[in-house]
């Protein structure tokens, strides 16, 4: 067993998945999981997962040495802003090798009516001065911002139900988990008549048929940017994430 390399995947995504499951083919290599624990039934990759909080880049420190972590993956969402800090404090203090595999982020297309916006709080001005209808694609803990505007009428998509505390004057929710096909996506648009939609710009392919269908029917797109990460080595598919592992 001594061969054996155990490597940390800090997944939660797509890319966090298919990169466990793509890992289990390389020969001596025993891949862990680790999942935040915020959505109550995540999709669980295959192998070991573990679920749950470290406790900080000092938890994560502690957890790959008392582990024996050979080298740390973090393949977390675009906007999972404290653990890309925390992964790269942790790997530093554990002297352990960092990696960094994120989807490219979306880039404005010719036809696209982008307003691009740092928080949410420049999200909600952004709609106070010309939105009428408009599509909350987001996860339940990014709606509070919205709630305030009264005079909006909202479609509210989320893989859970929002906070029972959470009060919108007009809103409907769609209970869903993607990925949602183009023809799905304008016909929700068209039904609802929306006029501006809201997102974070996540990249990838499973959720940008709302970017095409909104591109078609010019609607105007608040997107909120990346929020900035540490300078560490990244790669942007899981054949360069395999040559990496391959060559620790």
Known sequence: MSDIKKILVLGGTGEGIALAEALREIPHIHVISSLAGRVANPKLPPGEVRIGCFGG?????????DNRIAAV???????????????????????????????????????????????????????????????????????????????????????????????????????????????????????HRIDHLVCKNSGGSATDAKLQAARELSITVVMQRRPPRPDTLRVANIAAALDWVRGL
Do not use: C
């Open 57 to 65: 880049a000092a938890g994560l420190a502690a957890y790959l040495n």
């Open 73 to 191: 993956i973090d393949a977390t969402h675009p906007f999972a802003r404290r653990m890309g800090w925390n992964a790269a404090e942790a790997a530093a203090v554990a002297k352990v090798p960092l990696l960094r595999y994120e989807r490219p982020a979306w880039v404005a297309q010719p036809g696209d009516r982008w307003i691009e916006v740092d928080d949410w709080a420049q999200a909600v001005e952004a709609l106070r001065r010309s939105a009428r209808r408009v599509f909350l694609a987001l996860g339940r803990q990014e709606l509070a911002p919205f709630a305030q505007l009264a005079d909006i009428a909202f479609v509210i998509r989320s893989v859970e139900p929002p906070d029972a505390g959470m009060k919108f004057a007009q809103a409907e929710l769609v209970l869903a988990r993607g990925p949602f096909k183009l023809e799905e996506e304008r016909d929700l648009l068209q039904a």
